[in-house]
């Protein structure tokens, strides 16, 4: 059973920073993805930003150039670091694991970490 730890959230005031974490029950390696969701009180799920087990990322619009996807694969974690916050990045943010093979998928899901953005 694959389980996803978010940790890092917290309350801050606008233009500053934090940095989430995921950590992950085993070898991120054997994900083909890891991912930083978030979802706003009365919105969609959304994506913020994606890691490929190669390196490669990406990131929604409304956050490039603000916040930086990273993994570490000795410690099977994966971080978010968020830095500008914004009060429209208040959200409930969530770690997801995508596996998938000829097939097979699976996505993993952390029960995610509370961002409130506000002076």
């Known amino acids: 059973q694959v389980q996803l730890v978010e940790s890092g959230g917290g309350l801050v005031q606008p233009g500053g920073s934090l940095r989430l974490s995921c950590a992950a029950s085993?070898?991120?390696?054997?994900?083909?993805?890891m991912a930083w969701y978030r979802q706003a009180p009365g919105k969609q799920r959304d994506m913020v930003a994606t890691?490929?087990?190669?390196?490669?990322?990406n990131y929604a619009n409304s956050v490039k150039g603000r916040f930086t996807i990273s993994r570490d694969n000795a410690k099977n974690t994966v971080f978010l670091q968020m830095n500008s916050l914004e009060p429209e990045d208040t959200a409930v943010y969530y770690c997801?694991?995508?596996?998938w093979g000829i097939g097979t998928s699976a996505d993993y899901w952390g029960r995610g970490t509370q961002v409130t953005v506000s002076s």
């Open positions: 085993g070898s991120i390696l054997s994900f083909n993805t």
């Open positions: 997801k694991a995508q596996r």
């Open positions: 890691i490929a087990a190669g390196g490669s990322t």
